[in-house]
């Protein structure tokens, strides 16, 4: 069974850090290919960056993209999100899944996506 487990969130202030962690199990972590995506209050899931199995190749959304970096650690089967610079805006619940991004409308599938970790900026 492919289980995805996100941690690492929490409340910070506008302009901090937060670092998140995604462990995975179930299934051999360095083939696969992996994502961070993200649902604010309200809003549909929004994709925002991909990470290929050897780590060699990234990708983020315009909106993160110079205040976020995604890596991973095969030998531990986690994916981190390092997230800097932090805004309102992005407040949400953050879910790591499987795949890479293919297109504007790709989105990790629902069963191999975990439960997610909650963000909160705010003063």
């Known amino acids: 069974e492919v289980q995805l487990v996100e941690s690492g969130g929490g409340l910070v202030q506008p302009g901090g850090s937060l670092s998140l962690s995604c462990v995975v199990s179930?299934?051999?972590?360095?083939?696969?290919?992996m994502s961070w995506v993200r649902q604010a209050p309200g809003k549909g899931l929004e994709w925002i960056s991909s990470i290929d199995r050897l780590g060699g190749s990234e990708t983020y959304a315009d909106s993160v993209k110079g205040r976020f970096t995604v890596s991973r650690d095969n030998a531990k089967n986690t994916l981190y999100l390092q997230m800097n610079s932090l805004k309102t805006e992005d407040t949400a619940v953050y879910y790591c899944?499987?795949?890479?991004?293919?297109?504007?409308?790709?989105?990790?599938?629902?069963?191999?996506r975990g439960q997610g970790t909650q963000v909160t900026v705010s003063s």
């Open positions: 899944g499987l795949g890479y991004r293919t297109s504007l409308a790709w989105l990790p599938d629902p069963q191999t």
């Open positions: 179930g299934f051999p972590f360095s083939t696969a290919d």
